[in-house]
């Protein structure tokens, strides 16, 4: 019994970003075991698959349960459904991008297949071994986990998008409408509340600019929106600012929010906590701005702008304009 199993994430019928990341990078050399493992996929809903093959690496299966019951995410369809086809699939391995809905689903699998759970991994070490490393302590302490089972199931932390040369082979979409459980059956949905927006999920964006206490006010965020928007970025925020009410849960960034790789991230008025930096380790360059030189932020900053965010955000905003009407 061999093989990784990936779950790809679907929303609004087109898979996340997240999981072509996550399938993308177990595609490449330096992420695979030494014996080589075969990757297939899940598909649960009902997402496009056209074009698919364009932004997935490599030859491959992908199982694709395209019931419309399972267009929103509901635990026990999900469970059962990904249950089943993880039996059917013969991998060891089943794989998920670290995300709200994996969070759920991953640990509601362990239980019914009584399979160990690796959560939160930065990478696994070795898939084929059983074994992944993870921060913990707020990072300041890098711990290593073995599985105590033959299969596992992990969850694995975002590190951002890379670049993967397209490899030879096809993908093989397998349409799958035989499964053994209900799946007629449907929870009951009552209200839905969908949030609407222009730009991408700060979990999932290549620029983000993220704002604290430093800020001064909700209405001060109006200038980071102003810039996310003309860098194509997303605003993220931090736990004082959105216990203060200023901004949404969903754009919280650290140990109790959301975790973010992207290439750029620019802290505006952001201290530094520990628990924040949690959640921006796999940004590939680090900015920031703050009027106190001595802020913790700044012993971890690629970057560094010591001013009032009042004062040099506007600037800022100025000089992409600019350059922007250049290009």
Known sequence: MSGI???LEQRDGMVRQASIDLWNRLQEPAAADAE???LSGIIAGPASTVGIETVLSGSCTIYHVSSDLLGLYQPEQYTQTVAELFERSGCSSLVFADTALSRDLAPRLSVRLGDSLLSGCSWPSAIGAGT???SVYSGSVVASFAAETGRR???ISSQGSSAVPRKEGAIVIIPVDDLSGDTTR???VVQMIAMTAARPDVSEAGIVVAGGRGMGSAEAF???DELAGLLGGAVGASRAVVDQGWRPHSEQIGQTGKTVAPRLYL????SGSVQHLAGTGGAGTLAAINSDRHAPI???ADFGIVGDVHTVIPKLIKEVREFLKKK
Do not use: K, N
């Open 5 to 7: 199993l990936v779950f």
């Open 186 to 188: 449907a929870s009951a």
């Open 36 to 38: 080589r493992q075969p």
């Open 298 to 300: 700044y012993d971890v």
């Open 132 to 134: 992944c490393s993870r």
């Open 267 to 270: 802290a505006c008025g952001i």
């Open 222 to 224: 109006a200038m980071l």
């Open 153 to 155: 199931i992990y969850t």
